[in-house]
């Protein structure tokens, strides 16, 4: 079994839930946001914890998140690279639907 931790950049420890056998982090990153007062936030996840789920926790909870985005996310990558390279326009949502 493995561990979803939150810390802070000093390494102090907010909050811990243990993950299931045969499961992974990212399963239990939404129950261990619950437990954190998040509102006015900024919550930044690694690619293991990029799920929608995490990201609509973080949005229940008035705060906002910066989640990694990798080649797998189909069109959605593709835009920001389109905008990256300074020949498009990309439309921000702010939710978690990902526009």
Known sequence: ?????????????????TV???????????????RLALTGCTVTIDAMGCQTASAEQIVKQDAEYVLPLKENQGRLYEDVRTVEKGTGHLEICGSADLC
């Open 1 to 17: 079994m493995g561990q979803a931790t939150a810390e802070r950049a000093n390494g102090l420890e907010l909050g811990q839930v």
């Open 20 to 34: 299931a056998e045969k499961s992974n982090e990212s399963t239990a990153i939404p129950a261990l946001l619950e």
